[in-house]
Structure formats: structure tokens, C-alpha cells
């Protein structure tokens, strides 16, 4: 429960004491300052008060009868956790100060004390109070910030990403079929952690399988199982993955290169949730979710006779389609921040940040490996940086790679005017600037080494929105 502290009227003080003439003396003080003010003659009594209601601020002494102050401290903790509590005490020392502190208080004046202690241990007390509300008002926003642009363990804050997340979401609460499609790098096995942990299976296994990866003549008894005798070496029963993954899911990663001979023997699965172990004539019943991932264009292999319609038909119930890096730089900043963050934390490097001038050039880069080759480039740069701050040096493949290259001028300069070329290159690093900084103007500036007014100025001399 937290409380709002700007507006003072609708703060509340508890004062705590035996005598009751403090009471009064402090309930006059407090209200005058513009406090609610209640007041308890022993921790009994105050603890009845704190099960009740909020209080902002409490002043407790020490010494009372039925409860004293260190008590009621440790029997309310549970309620005090939005509550400055300042001790009071004729007898304390610097050990009950330090004790009391230990417990859950704030401060600790002794008495006899003036009228200025107390407003300035007060004053003390709400300058702490704003703090504190501040940081959870930062902490609610970052933890905002951090699950909308969250799925599973993928980051991104554009717009086809943010797409693909609800997507992800939604296809996760129901038990149908997903089939991922992006270029290699993209994450597709990340997509599929994210949907099988969102799902009513999360307590059951994940069990990936590169369909490209495995010789086909092992593949199918690693799916389906085999018989005792079905084959030499074949020296026991073995269940094989479907039947591992009992209950939960079976990625199927790079499903495209899963040769014909097993296509028909997925259909079935599909078709009936039943799996035949090699050297069998049973079939076993099996509950598993088929997620599959393919870098090819399906619809392409079965034009060309390398996958059966039928299967795509069944695969491709839910697709879900992720963009490449090239077209949604506006994530670049966003995961270079995660993968220093991680890399440095791994590598116990000082490394905080990336130069603008580096940024440029990895938001320049076509990325053909996306993704995975981002983190490589970044893990890489982390290991050999000596700075803080990864700088253009820790790039040089990007920089050798755009040697030589056409950076396509002729597309963006018509003309042979030195004073129209410049205007044509502003205009494009500007909306490059923007779309990576998912539209803030700050750190396109930033990005782009202006200050902010002369950016809002370019903005409206190209008619940039």
C-alpha cells in the first residue's frame, strides 16, 4: 500500500507515548504543521492502530508499560513497510539508537527535545518518503517498460516485434499447432520457449529437435522409438522424444529439411496423436504440442515436391512470421543494451555503453545473420574492449565489410549539387536516427551528434513527422 505524499492534509501521524501530556504536546505541534494526528498510550494500543490504518509517520517512544517501543517495532513490521518511524527515549543511548534501527526504524530523538528536533527529524523523514515513492514509481515503470517489450526471453521495442509478441501470447494459451518462419538468427527457438512457458505445458518438457541436424536413417527412431531386436544394436525398448515430451512439446526446428519418408509419419502424429516405434506394429497414443520453425519457403518446397502439401496444411494452423534485423533496426539500440549488460556481467567487464559512432555503423549493417550475429559482435566487442564505452575499433569487420560497397548514393542524390547531396543525406540519417530510437528525438539526436533544437529545426525544414 503506498501513499501519496504531495499533498501533506492527507498525511497521518501516530504518536506513541505513556504520558500524556507528550501526547498532547506533540498532537498540538504535528497539527499546526499540518498533519492528521492520532495518538496510542502504549505498543498494544498502537499496533490495534497500524492493523487499521496507514500512518506516514510514527513517533514512538521507548519505555512504556503493557508494550514498549522496541516491541511494537518488531510486532508491526508487517504494517510498516510504507511508514517512517522515529524513536523516542529520556534514557537512550547510542546502542538503543542503533538497536532501534536494526529493528525497522527511520531515526531517534532524545528527550527532552525542542520544537525545531522534532519538525526537522519530520522534514528528514519526508524528504525520505519522496525518495522512496519515487523509486517505486521508476521501478513500476521500468518493470512496465520491461514486460511490454518481453516475450519469453526476447527483447524488442518495434512495432513487427511488438506484433509477433501478442501474437506469441495469445497462440500460447491454446493447444494448436504453431509454425514460426523467419531467416536464420531471427530467434524462432526462442519464440517456441516463450510459447511453451506461456502455456498450460510449462510444467512439462521442451524438447527441441534440429530436423536438419540428425542423419535420417537415426532420425526417426529418435522421434518414434524403437523396439527390443527392431535393428542391430537395438539391445532395449527406447521411447523416443514424442514420448519423452509426454504432456508437453516437441520443437521441430528446421522442419523443411525433414525428409519425406517421415513427413507421412508426422502427418500421423498430427492427425491422430499417435507415434509407431520402429520394429512395432502398436501404435501409442501420445498428448504433445507441435511447435516447428523452418528458414525455407514451404509453400515453395511443396511446389517443388520436397514437402507434402498435406503436413504444410497441418503445420501451418497458427503461423507466426518474424521479421529480419534488417527491417526493424529500431531494436538494435534496445539489444545492444542487453547484450553488454549480460556479456559484461559474464565477463566481469566494466563495459556501460556503445558509442554513437559505432551505433551508426551497426545501424548501417545488413545483418544477413540477424539476431545471433548481433550477439556474437557484441559478446566479441565486450571480451576485447578496454574502455567503457565499445567504440568503432572493436567493429572493424563491419567497417572492412562496407569497403568497396555502393551505399546506393545514386538513390538517394539526383544531380551533381554539393548543397542538395547534403540536404538528401540529412534527411535519410534523420529518419534512420528516428526509426532506430523507435521516434526519440532525444537520442536521435544523440545518434546523430546535434543538438536537440537543431534537430526539431531539420525536422521541419525536411517535413519530417
Not at 514460426?180 to 524438447?207: M, N, Q, W, Y
Request: aromatic letters at 6%.
Amino acid at each position: 500500500m503506498t501513499q501519496d505524499i504531495t499533498d501533506r492534509d492527507g498525511k497521518k501521524i501516530l504518536v506513541v507515548d505513556d504520558e500524556a501530556n507528550m501526547r498532547h504536546m506533540l498532537s498540538l505541534l504535528l497539527a499546526d504543521a499540518g498533519y492528521r494526528v492520532d495518538t496510542a498510550g502504549d505498543g498494544e494500543a498502537a499496533l490495534k492502530k497500524v492493523q487499521e490504518a496507514h500512518y506516514n509517520y510514527i513517533f514512538c517512544d521507548i519505555k512504556m508499560p503493557n508494550m514498549d517501543g522496541m516491541t511494537f517495532l518488531e510486532s508491526a513490521a508487517g504494517f510498516l513497510r510504507y511508514t517512517n518511524v522515529i524513536m523516542m527515549s529520556a534514557y537512550g543511548t547510542i546502542d538503543t539508537a542503533v538497536e532501534a534501527m536494526k529493528k525497522g526504524a527511520y531515526d531517534y530523538i532524545s528527550k527532552p527535545f525542542k520544537t525545531d528536533e522534532v519538525l526537522l527529524a519530520l522534514k528528514k523523514a519526508e524528504e525520505r518518503e519522496s525518495l522512496k515513492n519515487e523509486n517505486r514509481e521508476l521501478k513500476n515503470r521500468l518493470e512496465h517498460i520491461e514486460q511490454s517489450h518481453k516475450f519469453g526471453s526476447m527483447i524488442a521495442e518495434s512495432k513487427s516485434m511488438q506484433e509477433v509478441f501478442r501474437l506469441a501470447a495469445k497462440v500460447a494459451q491454446y493447444d494448436t499447432t504453431v509454425l514460426i518462419v523467419g531467416e536464420s538468427g531471427t530467434g524462432k527457438e526462442l519464440i517456441a520457449r516463450g510459447i511453451h512457458f506461456a502455456s498450460k505445458r510449462a510444467d512439462k518438457p521442451l524438447i527441441p529437435v534440429n530436423c536438419g541436424g540428425i542423419p535420417e536413417n537415426l532420425l526417426e527412431s529418435e522421434l518414434f522409438g524403437y523396439k527390443k531386436g527392431a535393428f542391430t544394436g537395438a539391445d532395449r525398448n527406447y521411447g523416443g522424444l514424442f514420448e519423452a515430451a509426454s504432456g508437453g512439446t516437441v520443437f521441430l526446428d528446421e522442419i523443411g529439411d525433414l525428409p519425406l519418408s517421415l513427413q507421412v509419419k508426422l502427418l500421423r502424429v498430427l492427425q491422430d496423436n499417435e507415434i509407431r516405434p520402429v520394429g512395432s506394429s502398436v501404435s501409442k497414443q501420445v498428448d504433445v504440442r507441435i511447435i516447428a520453425a523452418t528458414s525455407k519457403d514451404l509453400e515453395d518446397q511443396v511446389s517443388k515436391g520436397a514437402f507434402r502439401e498435406d503436413l504444410f496444411y497441418r503445420l501451418n494452423v497458427m503461423p507466426v512470421h518474424l521479421p529480419p534485423l534488417a527491417e526493424r533496426t529500431e531494436d538494435i539500440p534496445l539489444l545492444c543494451r542487453f547484450f553488454i549488460e549480460r556479456y559484461s556481467e559474464r565477463f566481469e567487464k566494466q563495459v556501460t555503453g556503445i558509442s554513437s559512432a559505432a551505433m551508426s555503423l551497426l545501424l548501417e549493417h545488413s545483418w544477413p545473420g540477424n539476431v545471433r550475429e548481433l550477439e556474437n559482435l557484441i559478446e566479441r566487442a565486450v571480451v576485447l574492449a578496454e574502455d567503457e564505452v565499445l567504440d568503432t575499433g572493436l567493429f572493424s569487420s563491419l567497417c572492412q565489410a562496407g569497403e568497396g560497397r555502393n551505399n546506393g548514393i545514386d538513390d538517394i542524390i539526383s544531380g551533381y549539387s554539393l548543397k542538395s547531396g547534403k540536404q538528401a543525406l540529412e534527411k535519410v540519417l534523420i529518419k534512420k536516427a528516428l526509426a532506430a530510437t523507435g521516434g526519440n528525438r532525444t537520442k536521435a539526436s544523440r545518434l546523430l551528434e546535434i543538438s536537440h533544437p537543431s534537430l526539431l529545426s531539420k525536422m521541419r525544414d525536411y517535413n519530417i513527422e
